[in-house]
């Protein structure tokens, strides 16, 4: 049901529609996004998101994330090995991981 409500949406959009108002669409109250590999310049810290947790494996990206503000959670960690429970987190996003 999700599903067929999302392409019955999307259908009626008449203009292009961006990778942000699909997450916005598809995201609950309660959802949790994480943005893996955040760095110091993330893309999608920019939108107002409900809930945002960074995750970064460099330390000084850290930091000028905690400087900025950036995120609602930060979280020092490799996007390979995530510290979070299985079920924990429903959505993780990356504009772009080297």
């Known amino acids: 049901m999700f599903w067929k409500n999302l392409m019955a949406t999307l259908m009626n959009v008449k203009a292009p529609f961006t990778v942000i108002w699909f997450l916005r669409k598809l995201?609950?109250?309660?959802?949790?996004?994480?943005?893996?590999?955040?760095?110091?310049?993330?893309r999608i810290a920019k939108f107002k998101l409900k809930y945002l947790v960074g995750v970064e494996l460099f330390k000084?990206?850290?930091e000028v994330a905690e400087k900025s503000r950036t995120h609602d959670d930060l979280v020092l960690a490799d996007v390979r090995i995530l510290p979070f429970r299985e079920k924990g987190v429903r959505y993780r996003f990356s504009f772009r991981l080297n």
Do not use: T
């Open 60 to 62: 000084p990206y850290i």
């Open 27 to 42: 995201l609950n109250s309660d959802d949790v996004i994480l943005d893996l590999g955040c760095g110091p310049n993330s």
